[in-house]
């Protein structure tokens, strides 16, 4: 199946929540509301035209011009070979987008519906701050409940992929200093 023609059936089921379609490129797409978010997965997982039982990956985004982060989800609709033996057969992909604005970055997890959601979202949690709703790995931490990290230790200040990210010159008594020798580096 086309992206175009799973985006017509996307439009078709839920109307203005798919926000904007993107054909014309490497990497074809279509961006839906993210309150849309899990009902839009669970349509894609489930519909048996659709079939996506393979999250392959999710990638943050800084969208730092636009004032906004960006999630993307490449999904596949994969069967097993006919025999067992061999490789999985890939019957078609979609990729989705969410954008969410970066003063209230929150999107509503998806772990549910992909188990690999469950890192991938921690991740991108943890390089990023995207906060995802109801993740099942969260924990409280000082600005309230979020996916337990997954990459940095609990008690690291900030996210190291953001574009306005200031790097710190040390953690609890260690440089963090790759300039090694110089007296003043520059992060």
Sequence with gaps: MAPEEI?????????????????????PRIEVQAEAWPDIARFLREDSRMRFNFLRCLTAMDLLEDDKFCATYDLHAIEPAKDGKGPYTLIHGCCIQIRVPRDDAKIPSVAHVWRAADWHEREAYDMM?????????SMIGPNGKHPRRILCPDDWVGFPLRKDYMFPLEYHGIPAVTEMGQTRPVH
Excluded: C
Excluded at 12 to 25: I, L, Q, S
Excluded at 129 to 137: A, R, T, V
């Design 7 to 27: 985006a017509e059936l996307l439009k078709k089921e839920f109307g203005d929540r798919v926000v904007d379609t993107t054909f014309d490129t490497s990497h």
């Design 129 to 137: 701050g995207i906060l995802f709703e109801n993740h099942p790995d």
